[in-house]
């Protein structure tokens, strides 16, 4: 088995999460990208925020392969991830 993504979806979250790239939080509430990958021949799924999935696409652009430690991206845009909460919750209003 080799090791590389699985899949990668667009959700809402419904408890907090911690973020793989950045490790700030992801409220529960928060649109966020949920990520299934095999690492060692294991199965493992990782949350990231929708900023960060970009943020990342740009400092590996061009890289075939790459890896990164938990933490090693920063958070591009702080203030968007409780803007995305609010919005969330407003689309869940009747």
Same mark, same amino acid.
């Given at each position: 088995?080799?090791?590389? %993504? *699985?899949?990668?979806?667009?959700?809402?979250?419904?408890?907090?999460? #911690?973020? *793989?790239?950045?490790?700030?939080? #992801?409220? @529960?509430?928060?649109?966020?990208? $949920? &990520? *299934?990958?095999?690492? +060692?021949?294991?199965?493992?799924? @990782?949350?990231?925020?929708? =900023?960060?999935?970009? +943020?990342?696409?740009? *400092? $590996?652009?061009? &890289? @075939?392969? $790459?890896?990164?430690?938990?933490? +090693?991206?920063? &958070?591009? $845009?702080?203030?968007?991830?409780? #803007? +995305?909460?609010?919005?969330? =919750? @407003?689309? =869940? %209003?009747?």
């Amino acid at each position: 088995m080799s090791d590389g %993504q *699985v899949s990668m979806r667009r959700r809402v979250t419904r408890k907090s999460h #911690i973020c *793989v790239w950045c490790e700030w939080e #992801i409220p @529960a509430g928060t649109r966020c990208h $949920f &990520q *299934v990958y095999s690492y +060692d021949g294991h199965l493992s799924n @990782a949350y990231w925020h929708e =900023a960060c999935v970009e +943020d990342s696409y740009e *400092v $590996f652009k061009g &890289q @075939a392969e $790459f890896e990164f430690m938990p933490g +090693d991206g920063e &958070q591009p $845009f702080p203030h968007l991830t409780l #803007i +995305d909460r609010e919005l969330c =919750a @407003a689309e =869940a %209003q009747p």
